[in-house]
């Protein structure tokens, strides 16, 4: 006699010698699934409804249902998994940028190299509306046993109007911001076009070792 699976359709061959007239309980040897048929005269009459889901002697074989919860937990873990990583990354690339921005508000807001002994200093001039700027670092050159200061930056006008350029005054100080010493520079450019810059570079005489700051500014015409 041919029984054949209701679960997988798997079609097997029963020696009608082993079959009995009544309810017989087969097993599936592809699917481990167990269900009961009505034989009578070695004939298939009717094929009822499985016995239990879960039998004591088969304890790993699952149902779809049980199956299915068991994937859906396996992949909400995975989910929380790459969440979780997900969040940690994006806590690390925030951190960096906070202690980038921190590192670049504490330099623009005047905190001094040590290792540098001249000030990088920005004026702007109210009265004419010009802005200036020294050009980190400041290098000393030597030529003989005198000793030079060279100072690089450049004048800009941030405004929609053509500006004329006045002289520049070097003033050397020491840690104490006493004025050591004094000169006024001329740049070549005498007026500047709305949102034009132009550099200078200024080669100072250091006379004395006491010099710890370089600052540059706008001569104030005005002053008497």
Known sequence: MIIECPKCKTKFEVADSSLSNGEMKFQCSECAYIWTEQISKGRKLLKEEVVEEKD???PSILTEEEDGTIKQKKDWLSFLSVRNMLIFLMAVVLFSIVLTIGKFVMNSSGHKDTQNVFENTKKSSD?????IEIVKPLTLTKEGTNEYII???????????????PKLVIRLENRDERVL?????????????????TDFMFKVFKF??????????????NKI
């Open 151 to 165: 100072i690089r930056g450049f004048v800009y006008n941030p405004t929609n109007a053509k500006m004329r350029v």
């Open 181 to 197: 010493q004094e000169q006024e520079r001329e740049i070549e450019v005498k007026t500047l076009a709305p949102l034009e810059k």
């Open 56 to 58: 004591e002697k088969l």
């Open 127 to 131: 009265a004419k509306d010009l802005y």
């Open 208 to 221: 004395s070792s006491q010099v710890a700051r370089v600052k540059v500014d706008f001569v104030d015409e």
